[in-house]
């Protein structure tokens, strides 16, 4: 059930540059962001703010108090511009009231605000001091590892603020999704770590490296997890703060020993790092610098007796300056330069962006261009998006690439793929007026995209034509229905560098059905089929229920069913296998709020996958069509099963703002491949046959000013 929520935005720049929003529900649950131009909301950020709501006779009431000082605004000496925006959802009619009028599918947002001046706001030096004692208890090896650090935060003025954190603590007191990705493709996870969220809004480029964000629609929903539009795909960024501290990239393995996927992919501890953010006049600048320590990975020998190998930590370097201007619309043009120092290699990347709205806000272009210089090779690459806003409730938009073969920017950014230049277009309508009277709202749109590589041939997941519609019903609930022909092409990828191969054509039908969000009891239902590379359709549905009876207490299930039917596997080299294979993957969250500020989460995520070889298939050389090939000489079958597993029981405590104690037990399985099991061996086994199986007990305190 959506809850009765009261916001408030601030666009904190007076100019429409960037500014902060705070949400507080009914029952005291409170959540923050921050806007950038022009309708751009990240969810990544936690401020220290306080706020409480009351039930009444009439009503409910909330109060926040909001510390100038959490805010990044410029100088000034007298009167200041904070331009705001009050909202209000109201949970059981489904809808969101907002002052001034600022609808999703207006041109407007930030710089719409309700003008507002105010004197005396100028806050002077702040400072807050962030110590941390953790403990974890490794119940695999019976280790117990204490560690103890401290987060700084100094703002000298309002325009300027530095961040330093010594012997952090990035243990996982929450878990990423799981996920089955047996691609060349490398899975995005968004950022979670708040040393790293604090001024993250100085070093975005572009719309495109924001990895969560509302757009247009401003859906609010629940149950079955929506279908994944073409359109959709992770961003491209030369900043991607999870490679600082992730798992080593690029790692060799000397001969004679052995260190499991899970070893390579464990994170590595951060000696410290810093930041300073700031603006002087109309120059924004930010500066990153990050020390890993040496990475120490667990290994067997020929004789399987235990050894570590140790290799060197990296070092990340960043610098970020931005100049913007706006009066009549807005300008502004940046650089994004990184440096990764490792112990194999150095490898640099460089970024100029570039930006413009018009005064009236319905034209908007973002572009960039990128460089990379990795082990003396130099690539390069540039994209821009243009949105066009006709009138309220269209938008167009048109999204240009260009990027070589050579650019490699993921040793500190993400990119889902080089070597690609193509060209996507989509419009939308929104309309909610002059509608039949069963119909509260609807959304429709187009889309299309062409991609090829340098080679000139059209490549997969970039070329396509698709549909997508939505009707809100007069009952709160949705319909939705998604479409999408996929055209023919090539597979430069999935053979890593052994060859390409053509894939078919094909189609993706998705339809889903949400009830109404707002009573204590929502579904939704999912059925639809999406194409396989090798020209064949596969089902899938997904069921999803969402149990709210009170304001303490949520409970949510999803169960989805993919039936994947001739799906193409890499099995190394020019060798493919097809397979009939199901996956389900069944989540569960409960949550409990003892209090406002005291939460009991208990979360579990299984995917589980059955995979039956079909056909033997081999790429010639070079590229062309596959050719059956003959099964290994000791014809051991080719079938796996995949199970993975991670469920988590956490409890935190707001002691005070940014103040908290956690107590999270964590559980989690990636089981070998077995042959001849059922899905309810694949399951009970994850519960007990575990790879993660800890205890951490973890005390942060905020001490300022």
Known sequence: MSRDEFGLSIDTSGEGKYGYFFNISLGGTKSDGKILPERNISLEWDGAWEGKTAVTDSGWTAEMFIPWSILSMPDRERTRSLPFALSRYVAYKSENWMWPALPFSG??????FQPMELDGVNPKQQWEVFPYISSALDRKTEET?????????WRPSSSLQVTATVSPDFGAVETDDVVVNLTAYETFFPEKRLFFLEGNEVFVTSPRGLTSSTGMSGDRTAGARRPTSP????PTTLLNTRRIGGAPRNVEVPEGLAISATELSAPTDLIGAAKVVGQYGTLRYGLLTAVEDDVELRATDLEGLNRRYVMEGRDFNVLRLSHESVGKGRRAIGYLGTIMRGPAYEAITHGIDAHLRTATGQLMIDGQFLASDKEDENGYGVFADINWFPKQGQMHQLEIDY????????????IRRNDQKGIKYRRMSIKSQGLPDWILSRRLGVMASYSENDAGRKIPRGNWVGTFSMLQLSNRAEVQLMTTYKIAGWDDRESRGNGSFRTEPGHMIMLTYGSDSSRKFSYSVQIGTQPEELGHQSPMADFGITYRPTDRFGLEFDYRYFKRNNWLVHRGERDFTTYDAVQLAPTFSFDYFLSANQQLRLSMQWIGVDADESRFLQLPEGRGEFAEREK???GASEDFTLSRLTWQFRYRWEIAPMSDLFVV?????????RENDDFEGLLSDAFTDTVIDSVILKLRYRFGS
């Open 145 to 153: 590892k204490g560690k103890a650090g401290v987060d700084l935060n």
């Open 107 to 112: 041109s407007t947002y930030i710089s719409g």
């Open 403 to 414: 990027l070589d073969d050579k650019l490699d920017i993921s040793d500190m950014g993400f």
């Open 231 to 234: 359109w959709t795909m992770e």
């Open 632 to 634: 290994d000489a000791d």
């Open 665 to 673: 037990y964590t559980r989690g399985s990636n089981l070998p491949s």
